[in-house]
């Protein structure tokens, strides 16, 4: 059976592993041809990270989703506390990121490498939480949740609204998607 909110988390993931790898490309593509990035999209980028996945998809996950499988299924108590520590360094993590992300851009080259580790670190952090959210997690709720749960979660992320997963922006996030989608290289942008 098809769940709403086991395709709001794929589509979610999707867009943001599609957002990761443009970041990348955006980077490399910079440093191939000699030039700094433009720092303008990137930091919009990480905004949409720190606005749509960070305070939106998981929250969800760790209050609804994790909570149910951890119940049916202690055996996956290892990997849903690493994934819920995961969550909880979000905030802080992004904030790093965008700290080394601003050092490149005022203090130039030096920190340009600096900024690659970071965003290499993080990236690589994110593709892999995901993969076991997926892997594991994902698997374990479609076999052990109930109906009841299903629909308490199919309710909550059904309000998440994420431009990337074909949702219209609000008009506050307008320019912001706006700028993403003009600029940044694909998966994500037409830049």
């Known amino acids: ?25 955006l980077v ?9 990035p433009d720092f303008g999209v990137l930091r919009a980028m990480l905004f949409y990270v720190d606005e749509f996945p960070e305070r939106l998809h998981h929250p969800k996950e760790s209050e609804l989703l994790f909570p149910r499988v951890r119940e049916r299924c202690p055996e996956l108590a290892r990997t849903l506390d ?15 990121l965008e700290h080394a992300l601003l050092a490149y851009e005022v203090l130039g080259d030096s920190r340009q490498q600096a900024f690659v580790d970071a965003l290499n670190r993080y990236i690589d952090g994110y593709l892999s939480h995901m993969a076991a959210e997926e892997s594991e997690i994902i698997p374990a709720a479609r076999q052990h949740l109930t109906e009841a749960d299903w629909a308490v979660m199919d309710a909550a992320f059904a309000a998440n609204c994420d431009p990337l997963t074909g949702h219209q922006a609000g008009e506050v996030y307008q320019p912001l998607f706006r700028k993403i989608l003009m600029t940044a290289p694909a998966p994500v942008g037409l830049g």
Request: proline fraction near 0%; hydrophobic fraction near 45%; glycine fraction near 4%.
């Open 28 to 36: 490399n593509q910079a440093r191939r041809e000699g030039h700094a």
């Open 82 to 96: 690493r994934l819920d520590a995961d969550h909880a360094r979000g905030e802080a993590a992004i904030r790093e």
């Open 1 to 25: 059976m098809r769940h709403l909110a086991l395709d709001v988390i794929r589509d979610e993931h999707q867009a943001l592993a599609a957002m990761l790898r443009s970041m990348t490309l």
